[in-house]
């Protein structure tokens, strides 16, 4: 059975299809098959996948707008993993999120620790705590600044978030993977490696999939 994680903020620039294309590099190069779903109109996902070197682990994504999910979603090859990336905005589209919502084994909620993001992620989980599933929000963009860092955590803790203990960090090297087609896991000497395959493994345990 596929197990799908759900990537979502309302807002656009939090790392939500950095968080996917990461991730899918994560597991892919972890042994797992797996599989992207792009439900964004401009399609940020499929384009890093179409720039994806033949040398790297295969993976596969694919493209579905928002505007025409019209059943579950499911990959046309059967995976272990499905990663569905979604654009801001995704709640004008209410019917198609609820089916995405639906078939999510995980909902990853990525927020950077701005105000402005972090308002953001609250309006998401007081929602998406009402539909029952389990949630972690996932720090993203995170600068060396302890202070700032801990007031975020803080302001999370204090509505409910279920945060994930692994953070990522701001790093140029996130653009320069995701120009050529790979995670940071795939590029040699990358300082964000070993975080990506920490999240990998925590969200792995929380899916329940053996190592
Ligand atoms: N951890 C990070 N370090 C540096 N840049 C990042 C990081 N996460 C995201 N970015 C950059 O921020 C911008 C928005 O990220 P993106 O993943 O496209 O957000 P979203 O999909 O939520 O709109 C992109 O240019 C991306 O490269
Ligand atoms: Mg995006």
Same mark, same amino acid.
């Given at each position: 059975?596929?197990?799908?994680?759900l990537v979502t903020n309302w807002k656009g620039g939090t790392g939500k299809t950095?968080?996917?294309?990461n991730l899918l590099a994560a597991i892919a190069n972890s042994g797992l098959t797996?599989?992207?779903?792009?439900?964004?109109?401009?399609?940020?996902?499929?384009?890093?996948?179409?720039?994806?070197?033949?040398q790297a682990p295969a993976l596969s994504v694919y493209i579905q707008p928002l505007?025409?999910?019209?059943?579950?979603?499911?990959?046309?090859?059967?995976?272990?993993?499905?990663?569905?990336?979604?654009?801001?905005?995704?709640?004008?589209?209410?019917?198609?999120?609820?089916?995405?919502?639906?078939?999510?084994?995980?909902?990853?909620?990525?927020?950077?620790?701005?105000?402005?993001?972090?308002?953001?992620?609250?309006?998401?989980? =007081? /929602?998406?705590?009402?539909?029952?599933?389990? $949630?972690? +929000? *996932?720090?993203?963009?995170?600068?060396?600044?302890?202070? !700032?860092?801990?007031?975020?955590?803080?302001?999370?803790?204090?509505?409910?978030?279920?945060?994930?203990?692994?953070?990522?960090?701001?790093?140029? =090297? /996130?653009?320069?993977?995701?120009?050529?087609? $790979?995670? +940071? *896991?795939?590029?040699?000497?990358?300082?964000?490696?070993? !975080?990506?395959?920490?999240?990998?493994?925590?969200?792995?345990?929380?899916?329940?999939?053996?190592?």
């Amino acid at each position: 059975m596929v197990k799908t994680i759900l990537v979502t903020n309302w807002k656009g620039g939090t790392g939500k299809t950095t968080v996917a294309t990461n991730l899918l590099a994560a597991i892919a190069n972890s042994g797992l098959t797996v599989a992207g779903l792009d439900t964004d109109a401009q399609p940020q996902l499929a384009e890093w996948w179409e720039a994806r070197p033949e040398q790297a682990p295969a993976l596969s994504v694919y493209i579905q707008p928002l505007a025409d999910l019209e059943e579950a979603p499911t990959p046309p090859e059967p995976v272990d993993v499905l990663v569905i990336d979604t654009p801001p905005g995704v709640e004008a589209y209410p019917e198609s999120y609820r089916r995405l919502i639906e078939a999510a084994d995980l909902i990853v909620v990525p927020s950077s620790g701005t105000s402005n993001d972090r308002r953001s992620t609250s309006k998401v989980l =007081e /929602f998406l705590h009402t539909t029952g599933k389990p $949630v972690v +929000v *996932v720090l993203n963009r995170l600068k060396p600044r302890a202070l !700032d860092n801990a007031e975020t955590k803080r302001d999370l803790a204090r509505i409910g978030a279920d945060l994930c203990p692994v953070e990522l960090p701001d790093l140029n =090297e /996130f653009h320069r993977a995701f120009d050529i087609g $790979v995670g +940071v *896991v795939e590029v040699d000497g990358a300082k964000a490696s070993d !975080d990506v395959d920490a999240l990998w493994a925590y969200l792995r345990k929380r899916l329940g999939i053996a190592s």
